[in-house]
């Protein structure tokens, strides 16, 4: 197998890691946030690994990674939404505080 | 038969950029810089994708990338209680078990990727404006509905998004 | 070579547009001006405030630089004039510019000052504004050259300029083009009047200097975009294209700057407003036009 492919995958391993470490360990849902946008970025390097060294001629691959992006962007357009929601009724996004939503 | 190119070279590179403004994310204190800090961790992608020689997607991502992380930036600012990282507050909580999750996850990742049987790789992509049009004919063309259901669902979100963020409108009592 | 040349031509084209403000700004057609200005400002002390975040501090006007040298990159000023073709090029003048963004915010955090800090936020609220009046335009431009390469564009209006084909798309890309350069009435994050300055206010020295350069090689940089995309680049009767192109981008630079001379500057609600209440519609509008257009006659 060719080193490039194992260096892409390795990339993307190690951003899925450091944004689980993110969501899991910050308090703050920005932050939370940011940890995801992490998450999902080792995906799309993976997606562009594959689509480049795997299956070159089919397109699949690229749309997949537009896909991927949405639905980051989805998650901002929504998190930020959620956030400006809590900001108002509670004052504060840190999920310490959110023990309410516990069943 | 490992062949180190100058291709690898830079995908290495860029991927060890990207790994490590992604730790600076969550080493700053300053709200800002680790905002900043995301940004140029999916710059780095961005160029990775570049060297991958997937360029379209590459400027895509450098470009979507720039606003949506300096949008993300002013909310920090906005919702953290210690944006400028000055009072040394601590904003995690359940470190160890986060480190050994984040450790072994990637771990394990890595390991599927070293051991999975990929088959052969591809040397030659296709040339950019190649890439580009049959990108375009595969949106719309065969994938032309799932790519309608993203675009439908981003509008979605939006409008569900501002719905939630709008203020409770205080309806005058009518006498 | 032909990156010196390019270049060579940028600074030159700030050169002129600096005459042109402080011709605005003053009264008085000096052509040393800003020669002795940027003298001036090299020999000063370069101050540094209290308690900045210095990477920010010092990148900020670099940034600012690099940003509007690389959106000029993939810009032909003549056939075989540019630095480099990429086959996205019509997206990477995009994804330069969203860098111009990045480098005021980070002019905007780095000094520790409020004037700063309101400067780089105003400009954040401003893109907002502007970033879909640029994108959906040139998504028009493109759709007309079938093609994203900068040349294939300018090729593309052999027979008749953008500017006529879609006059609708050049008012919008011209007015969010005055807005990125942050030009007078979009001049929210260096308001001379009510910031002192902005972005700008804690800057001196060097750092100030290159953030005008910066400032001056983008407003080029935005006239040669324009010039590209809707007034059919190098093409033109009689005198040789490069000279085409330099008349072209002399004049849009001139318009944006005498425009901005007779306008109040603009609130930041009211730009959101129009931009999104008026400014998305008309591009939609204009991309619908442009796509039956190209279909009937294109």
Same mark, same amino acid.
């Given at each position: 197998m060719s080193p490039d492919l194992l260096t892409a995958l390795i990339v993307g391993a190690g951003l899925f890691g450091i944004g689980l470490y993110g969501a899991l360990s910050q308090t703050n849902l920005v932050m939370i946030m940011m940890g995801v946008e992490l998450i999902l970025a080792g995906a799309l390097v993976n997606l562009v690994a594959f689509w480049r *060294? $795997?299956? @070159?001629? +089919?397109?699949a691959g690229q749309m997949f990674v537009l896909i991927v992006m949405t639905v980051m962007a989805v998650e901002m357009a929504v998190g930020f939404g959620v956030a400006i929601a809590r900001f108002r009724a509670r004052g504060s996004v840190e999920m310490e505080e959110a023990r309410e939503l516990k069943g | 038969m490992a062949v180190i190119t100058l291709q690898t070279f830079f995908i290495a590179l860029f991927g060890i950029a990207a790994l490590w403004f992604g730790v600076v994310v969550f080493r700053t204190s300053s709200m800002m810089r680790s905002a900043l800090a995301l940004l140029f961790s999916q710059t780095a992608l961005g160029a990775m994708f570049l060297a991958m020689q997937a360029e379209f997607l590459g400027v895509l991502q450098i470009m979507m990338m720039a606003t949506e992380m300096s949008i993300m930036a002013i909310f920090m600012v906005m919702f953290m209680m210690d944006p400028g990282g000055l009072g040394e507050m601590d904003m995690t909580h359940q470190k160890r078990l986060s480190i050994a999750a984040g450790v072994i996850g990637a771990l394990a990742v890595s390991g599927v990727a070293l051991f999975a049987h990929w088959g052969p790789t591809a040397t030659v992509a296709p040339a950019a404006a190649e890439q580009i049009r049959g990108l375009g004919t595969e949106l719309l063309g065969r994938s032309m509905i799932i790519f309608e259901t993203a675009g439908v669902t981003i509008l979605t979100a939006m409008i569900a998004a501002t719905a939630v963020a709008m203020p409770v409108l205080q309806r005058k009592k009518t006498s | 070579m032909r990156i010196a040349v390019v270049l060579g031509f940028l600074f030159a084209g700030a050169y002129l547009v600096a005459v042109l403000e402080a011709r605005l700004a003053t009264g008085r057609l000096r052509l040393a001006a800003p020669g002795w200005a940027a003298m001036a400002l090299l020999g000063r002390e370069s101050v540094v405030p209290r308690q900045p975040d210095r990477l920010f501090f010092e990148t900020a006007p670099a940034l600012l630089l690099i940003a509007a040298l690389l959106a000029a990159a993939? =810009? @032909? &000023? %003549? @056939?075989? &004039? *540019?630095?480099t073709n990429l086959a996205t090029g019509a997206l990477f003048v995009n994804a330069a510019l969203a860098y111009v963004l990045v480098a005021l915010l980070m002019a905007g955090w780095g000094p520790d000052g409020a004037y700063a800090l309101i400067g780089g936020w105003r400009f954040l609220g401003q893109l907002i504004a502007y970033s879909m009046l640029i994108v959906m335009p040139i998504t028009a431009v493109a759709m007309r050259a079938e093609s994203l390469l900068t040349t294939d564009i300018v090729a593309s209006?052999? /027979? $008749?300029?953008n500017i006529l084909y879609q006059p609708l798309g050049f008012v919008l890309f011209f007015i969010a083009a005055m807005g990125v350069a942050f030009l007078p009435p979009f001049d929210l994050p260096s308001a001379e009047g009510e &910031? %002192? !300055? !902005?972005?700008? +206010?804690?800057y001196t020295g060097v750092r100030l200097a290159v953030f005008r350069l910066g400032r001056l090689v983008l407003v080029i940089t935005l006239s040669a975009a324009t010039v590209v995309f809707y =007034? !059919? !680049?190098? $093409? /033109?009767?009689? &005198?040789p294209p490069w000279a085409w192109s330099a008349v072209k981008i002399l004049a849009v630079s001139a318009t944006m700057l005498l425009i901005g001379h007779y306008l109040p500057r603009i609130r930041e609600a009211h730009l959101l407003a129009w931009c999104w209440k008026l400014g998305i519609p008309l591009a939609l509008l204009n991309i619908f036009i442009v796509g039956v257009m190209v279909l009937v006659w294109p």
């Open positions: *060294f $795997l299956h @070159p001629e +089919s397109y | - | 993939v =810009l @032909p &000023l %003549a @056939p075989g &004039l *540019f630095i209006q052999t /027979g $008749l300029w &910031l %002192a !300055g !902005g972005v700008t +206010s804690e =007034l !059919g !680049g190098w $093409l /033109g009767p009689v &005198l």
